[in-house]
């Protein structure tokens, strides 16, 4: 079935190409080229690409046979991140990407941020708060990177909190997605803190958190402002972006020992692929756990 892209197609693929554009820094040339792509399977799918299932997907890459593996392969990697995007972001529950075809290489891993680049960040933050005279800006930026590395929000959740989301009292947050799931997020003690400081700040009469003009902070602004933050901490700013902390959020609490389950319903996402995916740990680490936790650990200890 052919036709123009649905409303609801359009919509989703600018917010998705306006998403690529802040996070990746990507090229005009493959940002025109994604749009393209999105657009023609949106009128393939006659205006249904944001809902399609594994099946369409499926005859969708089968139409694709006599093109050039390149051009399946750029195909596929625009809709495989289309997909992402809309999972992460929840608007669907799941990712039907793995039915498209895979030509090329495989995959690239995400980007992993280390504890000391997350340290630098956040060094850099409080080389900024103890400037003279004070901006508060500067804890607006505190308690943006705070929620999103130590709540792995998503940066739509982020940037559209209302005011008083947040309480001094509250160790969670509770996140409405797609299709009314709800999830809890936690929020620490040093983000409740830098909420606090900026919250001051914030006129009682505004709707949002994080306020702009009559709306809220969008989400090319708050990537511009993270990408900034990287310079600043002596980081490539390609390597940092909203996505990217909240992937060092997970990465870092399963180095640390967090059960797999518990990262799937903080994520809140719907499928525990999903977050495997989110939450790369390298093959060391995997094997360091393995000798140190495993039962029969123990049983050699006794052993000896």
Known sequence: MTGAASGDDRALIERFLEMLAAEAGAAKNTISAYASDLRLASAV????????????LAKLGDGWSDLARSSVARKSA??????AFLADEGHRADDPGAALPRPGARRALPKVLSHHDIDRLFAAIAERQARTPPDPNDLRLAALVE????SGLRATELVS????????D??????KGKGGRER????SDRSRAAVAAWRNHVASDRAWLFPSGKSHLSRVRLYQLIKALAAEAGIPP???SPHVLRHAFATHLLEGGADLRALQAMLGHADIATTEIYTHVDSKKLVELV???HPLVDEVKRRA
Request: proline share 9%; aromatic share 8%.
């Open 291 to 293: 000798n140190t936790r």
């Open 170 to 175: 509250r160790p969670y947050l509770i996140l």
């Open 78 to 83: 625009a809709l495989r991140r289309f997909f």
């Open 238 to 240: 390609d390597r940092v």
């Open 184 to 187: 809890l997020a936690p929020i």
């Open 45 to 56: 799918l006659g205006g249904g690409l944001a809902d399609a299932s594994t099946a369409d």
């Open 161 to 168: 909190l209302p005011r008083n989301a947040i309480q001094p």
């Open 147 to 150: 929620l999103l590395y130590g």
